[in-house]
């Protein structure tokens, strides 16, 4: 794992002195109650509030640290494998309206035509393929990519709740993709 900004790191050093602060000066204040002789109190069980009495100051720590590595933005290393492949860009477009929960196939058809979809995507490893849902309106779940990996995990989360039901308008999902460069609508 990298960091974008490294810097923000020294912001840690600002612990140390509100440690030392909080365990040096911060238990100087008066007891609440003055005694002649506390030995009778020493053998005494102690409260969870006695035992929890420095969870504040930990909480306030921990969360300083997590907003000094928010701010050092911690990103993975990408590495790029660029490959020439030959390839053609497909548009999925896959009907989400509640006529999909029928169970003339098994379990039901938006399943089935999720399993197809699936076969279809893992058989067509060097195209830029996409994934259009539709209902009554039509949006883009996923753009043209060759990442398929993230297109079978949008394709495999499709349920008929995501587009608005109404009239199915599968004339709308062909207008969200491009028909230049040898697109194929499927």
Known sequence: MEFASKGYFLLLLLLIPYILWY???????????????????RYAPKSWRVRLIHLPMFLRCITFILLVFIL?????????NNRQVEGINIMLAMDVSTSML?????PNRIEAAKNVAAE????RPNDNIGLTIFAGESFTQCPMTTDHTSLLTL????????????????????????????SILV
């Open 120 to 123: 279809f995507i893992s058989g």
């Open 72 to 80: 050092a933005r911690p990103q993975t290393h990408n590495s790029w």
């Open 102 to 106: 029928a169970e003339d196939l098994k």
């Open 23 to 41: 365990f040096l000066y911060s238990k100087k204040s008066e007891p609440a109650l003055r005694m002649a002789d506390t030995n009778p109190y």
């Open 155 to 182: 394709l495999k989360d499709a349920r008929t709740d995501m587009a608005a039901t109404g009239m199915i308008e599968d004339g709308n999902s062909c207008r969200l993709w491009d028909l230049a460069n040898g």
